[in-house]
């Protein structure tokens, strides 16, 4: 949906820019109207498309205070703003070591709340200071290095993460040593990293490995310091491998790594029951595992259930206008969805909705994916303009948080083109097809499933538009993706299969009357 209203000219907007950027920086005045302050604040001169901004810079204590248990999902403006602040006061003031250490600890909530685009030039220069200041093997460096390859991880920059990655792990397997909390964590990041790079064989012994650790950390620690910071680094690794033994479509095995660290954070519980940390957890682990069982084992009834747990926990541990809420709300809507029941999701996704956008949380990727699934709803009621409005609305908000070359981008794209396609708007549903396939080429390779699916889809486009030739170069290279990834038993193989044979098929009788 565009949002644009008419243009007043471009000198009015170019000074809104200016105020705008003014803003964002501090208050903008004239040179000379604000006598300089001290006790310890610095003012700084920002030029801002000839305006000069005064900004003054409170201590590094000041701004550490303001950072101090930020909520991920609330994160605003203003607090990205005052971290920008404190990192350029961290610099100044801190040693390379304790400036990793800060940063790593005061950019968690961002890192959470998905501002990696804010981040990653941050932690790019973080790196660079560890490496020149303390060399390029240092313990600290490495935890920089983590830092910055999940960031790039995030963002589909998968080739560039994983050299970084490898290092971190080097370096860590030396000091702290093999079995260290540290080594555990880069395993199971560097694993995540090769499932998403679809390199599943490389990925899976490295989520045995860091479970192992991480599980020897959470014996020790879990009775006597439940907020040790290993025991949910425990409940992490158990999620993560759920996922992946749900994506190889083995959803015992998820299910049992699902229901053990649920088992886990009902001892930390226990053990601090003030913690909201670990109510979060426990309602997103249940989430993930409503999830499992509504899409991957048609248990409908019991992931219901499981989904009104979470919810309830999250409307009496937070609030019942959490984006976390707006979350649960989101997936239970999906299961009413796929169960037949598009009222009951209509409602769920426009009270998940009203959430983000009461709170101006409106640029928030759980935002974006609501907008998809209620996007999904009108195609089924054939509401397509509406569709249409809310898949480019959800494609704009993709772009701008995770940039325009990213895997959640492209399917996006994907989406957008098949309604297009369905419309038999074929010329506007092609580029759109062929940027996702090119998105989805470049970040996670030729041999994706994610590949075969485009492909499969351009190809139907193709067959649409009556150039069978192309459609069978299409359906060929996506069957040879999706028996690779699922074999010549999965159903998907087989309808693909089945429309190629249907469009030799039809060539056969197009050649034969003429």
Same mark, same amino acid.
């Given at each position: 949906?565009?949002?644009?209203?008419?243009?007043?000219?471009?000198?009015?907007?170019?000074?809104?820019?200016?105020?705008?950027?003014?803003?964002?920086?501090?208050? $903008?005045?004239?040179?000379?109207?604000?006598?300089?302050?001290?006790?310890?604040?610095?003012?700084?001169?920002?030029?801002?498309?000839?305006?000069?901004?005064?900004? +003054?810079?409170?201590?590094? +204590?000041?701004?550490?205070?303001? *950072?101090?248990?930020?909520?991920?999902?609330?994160?605003?403006?203003?607090?990205?703003?005052?971290?920008?602040?404190?990192?350029?006061?961290?610099?100044?003031?801190?040693?390379?070591?304790?400036?990793?250490?800060?940063?790593?600890?005061?950019? +968690?909530?961002?890192?959470?709340?998905?501002?990696?685009?804010?981040?990653?030039?941050?932690?790019?220069?973080?790196?660079?200071?560890?490496?020149?200041?303390?060399?390029?093997?240092?313990?600290?460096?490495?935890?920089?290095?983590?830092?910055?390859?999940?960031?790039?991880?995030?963002?589909?920059?998968?080739? &560039? $993460? =994983?050299?970084?990655?490898?290092?971190?792990?080097?370096?860590?397997?030396?000091?702290?040593? %093999?079995?260290?909390?540290?080594?555990?964590?880069? =395993?199971?990041?560097?694993?995540?990293?090769?499932?998403?790079?679809?390199?599943?064989?490389?990925?899976?012994?490295?989520?045995?490995?860091?479970?192992?650790?991480?599980?020897?950390?959470? &014996?020790?620690?879990?009775?006597?310091? %439940?907020?040790? %910071?290993?025991?949910?680094?425990?409940?992490?690794?158990?999620?993560?491998?759920?996922?992946?033994?749900?994506?190889?479509?083995?959803?015992?095995?998820?299910?049992?790594?699902?229901?053990?660290?649920?088992?886990?954070?009902?001892?930390?519980?226990?053990?601090?029951?003030? !913690?909201?940390?670990?109510?979060?957890?426990? $309602?997103?682990?249940?989430?993930?595992?409503?999830?499992?069982?509504?899409?991957?084992?048609?248990?409908?009834?019991?992931?219901?259930?499981?989904?009104?747990?979470?919810?309830?926990?999250?409307?009496?541990?937070?609030?019942?206008?959490?984006?976390?809420?707006?979350? /649960? *709300?989101?997936? *239970?809507?999906?299961?009413?969805?796929?169960?037949?029941?598009?009222?009951?999701?209509?409602?769920?996704?426009?009270?998940?909705?009203?959430?983000?956008?009461?709170?101006?949380?409106?640029?928030?990727?759980?935002?974006?994916?609501?907008?998809?699934?209620? $996007?999904?709803?009108?195609?089924?009621?054939?509401?397509?303009?509406?569709?249409?409005?809310?898949?480019?609305?959800?494609?704009?908000?993709?772009?701008?948080?995770?940039?325009?070359?990213? %895997?959640?981008?492209?399917?996006?794209? !994907?989406?957008?083109? &098949?309604?297009?396609?369905?419309?038999?708007?074929?010329?506007?549903?092609?580029?759109?097809?062929?940027?996702?396939?090119?998105?989805?080429?470049? /970040?996670?390779?030729?041999?994706?499933?994610?590949?075969?699916?485009?492909?499969? !889809?351009?190809?139907?486009?193709?067959?649409?538009?009556?150039?069978?030739?192309?459609?069978?170069?299409?359906?060929?290279?996506?069957?040879?993706?999706?028996?690779?990834?699922?074999?010549?038993?999965?159903?998907?193989?087989?309808?693909?299969?089945?429309?190629?044979?249907?469009?030799?098929?039809?060539?056969?009788?197009?050649?034969?009357?003429?």
């Amino acid at each position: 949906m565009n949002d644009s209203t008419e243009s007043t000219g471009k000198e009015e907007s170019a000074e809104r820019e200016v105020k705008k950027e003014a803003a964002e920086m501090g208050e $903008a005045k004239e040179r000379g109207e604000r006598e300089e302050k001290k006790l310890g604040k610095k003012k700084v001169r920002v030029k801002v498309r000839g305006i000069e901004a005064k900004e +003054e810079l409170k201590s590094l +204590e000041e701004y550490s205070s303001q *950072l101090k248990d930020l909520d991920p999902e609330l994160i605003t403006p203003e607090d990205e703003t005052v971290l920008k602040r404190a990192f350029r006061r961290a610099k100044e003031e801190l040693g390379p070591e304790d400036l990793v250490n800060w940063f790593t600890r005061y950019s +968690e909530p961002f890192y959470r709340s998905a501002s990696w685009r804010l981040l990653s030039p941050m932690y790019e220069q973080v790196l660079d200071i560890a490496e020149e200041k303390l060399g390029p093997e240092h313990p600290v460096t490495a935890a920089a290095l983590n830092g910055l390859a999940g960031i790039y991880r995030y963002l589909g920059k998968y080739e &560039e $993460a =994983l050299p970084l990655y490898t290092r971190a792990l080097t370096i860590r397997e030396k000091e702290p040593g %093999p079995d260290s909390l540290e080594t555990g964590n880069t =395993l199971c990041d560097l694993a995540v990293l090769y499932f998403f790079m679809d390199k599943k064989d490389k990925a899976l012994p490295l989520y045995e490995r860091a479970l192992e650790i991480h599980e020897k950390v959470f &014996e020790l620690e879990h009775l006597e310091n %439940p907020e040790h %910071p290993g025991n949910l680094e425990t409940v992490r690794t158990l999620n993560r491998m759920a996922f992946f033994y749900r994506a190889t479509e083995e959803p015992e095995k998820a299910e049992e790594l699902y229901r053990r660290a649920l088992d886990h954070l009902e001892t930390l519980r226990k053990a601090s029951p003030e !913690n909201v940390k670990f109510q979060a957890y426990t $309602a997103g682990t249940l989430n993930n595992l409503g999830v499992l069982l509504s899409e991957e084992m048609d248990r409908m009834d019991e992931a219901e259930e499981i989904y009104g747990r979470a919810l309830k926990l999250q409307e009496m541990s937070l609030s019942p206008d959490h984006p976390q809420v707006a979350q /649960t *709300l989101n997936n *239970l809507g999906l299961l009413y969805y796929n169960t037949g029941s598009p009222e009951k999701a209509l409602a769920l996704y426009t009270r998940s909705l009203e959430i983000f956008e009461k709170l101006g949380k409106t640029e928030h990727m759980g935002y974006a994916n609501t907008l998809n699934n209620l $996007a999904g709803v009108y195609v089924r009621k054939r509401r397509c303009k509406e569709a249409l409005e809310l898949y480019e609305k959800s494609l704009a908000i993709r772009e701008k948080l995770l940039g325009e070359e990213h %895997p959640e981008v492209a399917k996006t794209l !994907n989406n957008l083109a &098949e309604l297009y396609r369905q419309m038999g708007e074929h010329k506007k549903a092609l580029p759109l097809y062929t940027r996702a396939l090119k998105i989805t080429e470049k /970040t996670l390779g030729s041999e994706h499933m994610d590949v075969g699916t485009t492909l499969n !889809n351009l190809a139907g486009l193709h067959e649409s538009m009556g150039e069978y030739e192309t459609a069978i170069e299409m359906y060929e290279r996506a069957l040879g993706i999706i028996e690779k990834e699922l074999g010549l038993d999965h159903p998907y193989f087989k309808i693909t299969r089945n429309n190629l044979l249907a469009l030799y098929e039809k060539m056969e009788r197009v050649e034969h009357a003429e």
